[in-house]
């Protein structure tokens, strides 16, 4: 789609992930499926779920931020932790989707590891 801004690329664990980006309304870049996520306990590495044709196709000169929107479980954390060191190894600017405390809820049922986060992102 031309009118997609190629200097964006999202990249997601799933095509369901992407389905709720794009739902968002909130995104006009173009997207990487991963068809995964890193978990060292299962055997599943970097290679594993197409890291190096991301790579590849993150340096084609016309990606300028790579936004990585990965899951906020552990194996989604150690995913977008491998893949901005080794986009950021190659000079592309690096982004993680932001969290935080759902609109509507009360923070007494907020997790703690979301609490502390959102302290720390504040805007």
Known sequence: DTRRDARLLCVVETPADQAALERSGGYKGLYFVLMGR????????ADDIGA??????????????????????AEGEVTA?????????????????????????????VDLSTIAHALVDRR
């Open 81 to 109: 932790h491998a893949l901005a060191a080794a986009l950021r190894a190659r000079g592309l600017k690096v982004t993680r989707l932001a969290r935080g405390v759902p609109a509507g809820s009360e923070l007494e049922y």
């Open 38 to 45: 890193i978990s060292p306990l299962d055997g599943v590495g």
């Open 52 to 73: 190096a044709h991301l790579l590849e196709r993150a340096n084609d000169g016309v990606v300028h931020e790579v936004i990585l929107a990965t899951g906020f479980t």
